[in-house]
C-alpha cells in the first residue's frame, strides 16, 4: 500500500512487516485478526487492537480517553460501546471526577465535557453518553473491568435531579416511548432526541410508540421544533393544529445574521438541521422547508416552479424585506435554485444561493431523437466505467453500497403492496417518487449570481461534470465550491454534522473571494443509505 510513514521511521517499523512473498517488499500490518480454515477462506475474529467501528468510521477508544483525561475535573476515564435496540451502536464514556473537582450538577459537568470533546475531536467521536461512577469497576489484576460497567440503565435517576424527572403523565409517555427506542433510561425532562444519539428512522419509531400510548398523532416533523421531552409533551397536551405556512420550521428563530432557509430533499423533511446548528453561529437564524405531505395537511406541487412559489410565499409573508440566504440538498437544490431566480424577479436581494450535491438536470435540452439516443449511450457507458472504477478502488465499500441500495428496494416495494397509505415511510417513498418526476420535469434556465456548491467528498454514484456537477452553464456568476464529507445520503448524518457545519459556516462567512475548501483525509465514511 506503500514504502512507510513519512519521516516517522518507528511507526513505519510497527506498522509495517517484511512481505515473504517478495524481495524487498513489505506487508501493512492492519491488526485485524484472523483464522485460515482449511478450506483456504479467512475468518475474521475482530482486531489486535482496541479500534471498534461505529457508522463505517474506525474509531480508537483510547484516543477519546486521552482527550477526557486532559481536562482537570476527569480522574479517570474509559470508553466503550453497547448495542442499542434497532441495531446502533452507542459509544459510553464512564468517567470518575478528580478528587478536588467533585461536581454535584452532574448535568452541567456532563454538558462541559462534551463541549470540551467538540473542540477536540471529530463528531462523531463525541461519545452519545458519559456517565460519571465513584469509581471504575477493577479485575483481580487491578485492570478496569469493562465488562462490569453499568449500563446507562443502571445508573439512572442519581443522576438527574428533581427538576429534571418527568411531571406530567404526558411526559412519562414521551420518556418511555424514548427509552424504547433509544435504548437509555438515563432521560431527563430537558434532554434533546438527536444530542442522544436519534435520528429520522428512530423517530419514526418513536412517535408511532407516542401516539400508541397517548392517542395522539403528532407529526414527525414536531421534532423539529420540539425536540426535547417537555416540549413533545406540551405539544400532547395542546395538539394545535397546523397552519398554511407550516412548511417553514424555524429551526433557530432569532439572531442578527441574514437567516438562510434550507429546502428539504427527495424524502420532504429537515431532520439533518438540527444536528447543524450546534455548529453554526449562534446568532444564525435557521428555518427549514419541509413538505406539505408530511403534516397531513396538504400536498407538494408536482412542478418545481410551483414548489418555489409555494414555499417563498411562505418565506416572504415570514420576512417580507429581505435580504435571503437560500440552501437546497438534493432535489431541493433545484427548488433553492428556482427560488433564487423569482426573488430576484421580485427585486429582492439573494445574499447567497448554496447547493448542497445537488446536480444540474440537462435531460430536457432540446437535440434530436438520435443525439438523445447517443448521449443516453454514452452516459450509461460513462456510468459503467465509473462503477467498475469504484469497485477496483474499494470493492468492500461498492457492495455494501450495492446491497444497501438492493434492501432499500426490496423495503420499498414490500410497503408499496402492504403498508397502510398513512404510514410515514409510505409518504415518504411516495413523495420521492414525485420529487425525482419533478426534477425531471424541470427546465434550467441561468442564474444571475453566485453559486456555493456543496459536494459530498466521497462520490459513488456516477456524475458527468464530477467539478461543477453540470451547474457551470446555468450560473452566470462565479461558482464556489466546498467539499464536505461522506457519501450523498451521509453528509447530514450525525458523524459528520460537525465537520459539514464547519464547512457550511465557512461558506457562509466568505466573500466572492472564497476559495475551494477541502475536508481533512481523516474524515472517511463507508456507504450506507438513510
Known amino acids: 500500500v506503500a514504502g512507510g510513514y513519512l519521516n516517522r521511521p518507528d511507526l513505519t517499523a510497527e506498522k509495517f512487516v517484511a512481505n515473504p512473498f517478495a524481495v524487498n517488499g513489505l506487508l501493512y500490518r492492519t491488526g485485524d485478526l484472523g483464522k485460515l480454515l482449511p478450506n483456504g477462506e479467512i475468518q475474521c475474529l475482530g482486531r489486535i487492537d482496541q479500534q471498534v467501528k461505529i457508522r463505517g468510521y474506525r474509531i480508537e477508544p483510547e484516543e477519546i480517553e486521552a482527550c477526557l483525561l486532559q481536562q482537570p475535573q476527569i480522574g479517570q476515564a474509559v470508553v466503550v460501546t453497547k448495542q442499542r435496540p434497532g441495531g446502533h451502536v452507542a459509544l459510553l464514556a464512564y468517567v470518575v471526577q478528580s478528587p478536588g473537582a467533585q461536581n454535584r450538577d452532574l448535568s452541567d459537568f456532563v454538558f462541559r465535557c462534551k463541549e470540551a470533546l467538540k473542540k477536540s475531536l471529530p463528531a462523531y467521536m463525541v461519545p452519545n453518553e458519559i456517565i460519571v461512577l465513584e469509581k471504575l469497576p477493577v479485575t483481580p489484576n487491578g ?83 420540539h425536540s426535547t421531552v417537555e416540549k413533545i409533551a406540551a405539544r400532547l397536551i395542546t395538539n394545535r393544529e397546523e397552519s398554511d405556512d407550516d412548511c417553514l420550521v424555524a429551526i433557530r428563530a432569532e439572531g442578527t445574521r441574514i437567516p438562510f432557509y434550507y429546502v428539504h430533499g427527495a424524502l420532504g423533511n429537515v431532520f439533518g438541521l438540527p444536528l447543524l446548528v450546534k455548529h453554526l453561529h449562534p446568532e444564525q437564524p435557521i428555518f427549514g422547508l419541509r413538505a406539505k405531505d408530511l403534516t397531513g395537511k396538504g400536498k407538494m406541487p ?96 461498492k457492495i455494501r453500497y450495492e446491497k444497501l441500495k438492493l434492501t432499500e428496494t426490496l423495503v420499498k416495494a414490500k410497503r408499496d403492496l402492504v403498508g397502510p397509505k398513512t404510514d410515514p415511510f409510505y409518504i415518504a417513498a411516495e413523495l420521492e417518487k414525485r420529487c425525482i418526476a419533478a426534477g425531471k420535469k424541470y427546465r434550467l434556465t441561468p442564474y444571475e449570481g453566485d453559486v456555493c456548491l456543496l459536494r ?69 465514511s463507508e456507504p450506507s443509505l438513510i
Open 143 to 225: 485492570k478496569i473491568d469493562k465488562n462490569a460497567l453499568p449500563d446507562v440503565a443502571l445508573n439512572n435517576t442519581k443522576f438527574k435531579d428533581a427538576t429534571e424527572q418527568p411531571v406530567t403523565p404526558q411526559e412519562k409517555i414521551v420518556i418511555g416511548a424514548w427509552r424504547a427506542v433509544l435504548g437509555i433510561d438515563n432521560i431527563g425532562r430537558q434532554d434533546d432526541f438527536f444530542d442522544l444519539g436519534g435520528h429520522s428512522l428512530l423517530a419514526v419509531k418513536m412517535m408511532r410508540l407516542i401516539e400508541k400510548e397517548s392517542g395522539v398523532q403528532l407529526p414527525l416533523a414536531t421534532l423539529y421544533e
Open 302 to 397: 408536482d412542478k418545481v416552479e410551483e414548489i418555489a412559489a409555494s414555499y417563498l410565499a411562505a418565506i416572504l409573508r415570514q420576512n417580507p424585506n429581505g435580504p435571503y440566504i437560500l440552501m437546497g440538498y438534493c432535489f431541493g437544490g433545484l427548488v433553492a435554485f428556482e427560488m433564487a431566480k423569482q426573488l430576484q424577479q421580485l427585486g429582492k436581494e439573494v445574499k447567497k444561493l448554496v447547493l448542497i450535491d445537488t446536480e444540474a438536470n440537462k435531460s430536457q435540452e432540446p437535440d434530436a431523437l438520435f443525439a438523445r439516443q447517443f448521449k443516453s449511450w454514452m452516459q450509461f457507458a460513462r456510468r459503467k466505467s465509473h462503477d467498475l472504477n469504484y469497485f477496483l478502488r474499494d470493492p468492500k465499500g
Open 456 to 524: 459530498a467528498g466521497k462520490r459513488i454514484r456516477y456524475a458527468e461534470d464530477e467539478k461543477y456537477l453540470g451547474w457551470r452553464p446555468f450560473v452566470k456568476g462565479e461558482i464556489k465550491i466546498y467539499d464536505v464529507p461522506g457519501i450523498h445520503s451521509e453528509i447530514f448524518a450525525y458523524e459528520n454534522s460537525g465537520t459539514t457545519g464547519a464547512v457550511l459556516q465557512r461558506c457562509l462567512d466568505e466573500g466572492k473571494t472564497g476559495s475551494r475548501i477541502l475536508v481533512p483525509k481523516t474524515y472517511h
